[in-house]
């Protein structure tokens, strides 16, 4: 068993291609025969679907484009591995994969439901005896992780959001009229990223004015109150919503679309929408929402250095590990120093990260639920330091392309 494979999977970020140029980097060190990536996930090896990276990554350059190339180079899947014990088919099918290609590591990157595909492989592999060592290597733009100080992409997402608030209260200060601007940021369960936007705030801006996350019970009446009494100082007040609000019974403030996905995920449409109809029906005041959707995940554009450096470092170190022969594991990072800020490298064992939510913790948030504490500005703020050098063709950046994927 010489070679080894990587695959990306789950929502991309503007650092999950730095995570698979760590993989690719630590491969070429630890010299594996052949760096395998396989296309759209697990997918792709269950369908034998990859490329040889071996060869297109030989040259720095080119390695370097990859590392601040926004989403997934290598594609993505939102495909759930069965219970083994009722559908043994796709595990047969992956391992002997595995055989045929000689294949010593698999690394896949990828967030909460992709750890549960590392988990089932790693527990399949012991059961089986299989000598593949199994690697999770982490990414998601919610930071809801366990076990890790933050997660890759996270940093990057989170600059994002506080530079679209800031540019969005620039907007609004500029009419003399009462209004209300209502921004709903990604965080179905944890309100990581909708926190970040406080970081917009500065010495002339105190916008955004509220923020709400899931992690705290939403009332209405209370939340009308906050705005009214903040339309008497502003004339424009401006509101951080995280998309998986909820009231005090937990039932999400947004309308649901009645579907979930492969996971079980409920598929949220308009918190923003929801409240910005309150504010009209109620306050009668001038009143817009803005879903930032999308364009928050992977802004490259605006990548954080940081966050871009320490993907890059988690990718190498799960390559690391599995020359090293361990298996079963996720790669995590552990905050060593706050001032200067450092990190390490570590990993967890990926059963005690799977399908768990990291939850932003109660000294993080105001006890009224409207806003986060300074606290939280401290853990937040090293994230974002930095920024990444992207060369640019015809005023437009200049990214690798993805041929493969189309």
């Known amino acids: 068993m010489k070679n080894c494979i990587v695959a990306q999977s789950g929502g991309p970020t503007a650092a999950i ?29 269950l369908e034998e679907q990859f490329l040889d990276l071996t060869e297109i990554f030989q040259e720095k350059k080119v390695l370097d484009q990859l590392k601040i190339s926004p989403a997934m180079y290598l594609g993505s899947c939102r495909y759930k591995l069965p219970n083994p014990n009722e559908d043994i088919t796709p595990y047969e099918t992956i391992f002997r994969f595995f055989e045929k290609m000689e294949i010593a590591a698999f690394f896949y990157i990828g967030g909460n439901d992709s750890m549960d595909t590392v988990d089932k492989l790693s527990a399949y592999a012991a059961k089986t005896q299989s000598k593949v060592r199994i690697i999770g290597i982490p990414k998601t733009i919610d930071n809801d992780l366990c076990l890790t100080d933050h997660t890759p992409g996270f940093g990057s997402a989170a600059k994002y959001v506080a530079a679209s608030l800031l540019e969005i209260y620039h907007d609004t200060a500029i009419y ?24 917009a705030r500065n010495g002339y801006s105190a916008a955004p004015h509220l923020i709400y996350l899931p992690e705290t019970a939403f009332d209405p009446e209370a939340f009308l109150a906050d705005v009214q009494k903040l339309l008497k100082k502003y004339n424009n007040v401006i509101v951080a919503v995280s998309e998986g609000i909820r009231n005090k019974n937990g039932a999400y403030i947004s309308a649901s679309t009645g579907t979930a996905d492969t996971f079980g995920h409920s598929q949220l449409s308009g918190a923003g929408k929801t ?49 090293e022969g361990r298996t079963g594991l996720m790669v995590t990072l552990t905050r060593t120093s706050s001032d200067p800020y450092q990190t390490a490298c570590s990993a967890s064992p990926v059963c005690e990260i799977a399908n768990k939510v990291k939850s932003v913790p109660p000294e993080f948030i105001t006890p009224q639920g409207n806003d986060v504490t300074p606290q939280l500005i401290s853990y937040l703020k090293p994230l974002i330091q930095g920024e990444v050098n992207i060369t640019f063709s015809e005023g437009i950046p200049n990214y690798l392309p993805v041929p493969h994927l189309l």
């Open 17 to 45: 291609n730095a995570s698979l140029a760590g993989v690719i980097q630590g491969a070429l060190h630890h010299k594996y025969g052949h760096i395998y990536g396989s296309l759209n996930g697990i997918t792709g090896i």
């Open 176 to 199: 003399n009229v009462k209004s209300v601007t209502i921004v709903e940021i990604m965080g179905r369960d944890a309100g990581w990223l909708a926190a970040a936007s406080a970081l």
């Open 275 to 323: 409240l910005e109809y309150l504010v009209q029906d109620r306050l009668h005041v001038k009143v817009r929402s803005i879903e930032l959707n999308i364009l928050q995940r992977c802004g490259s554009h605006i990548a954080s250095r940081t966050d871009i450096e320490e993907s890059f470092c988690q990718g190498e170190h799960g390559v690391s590990l599995a020359a």
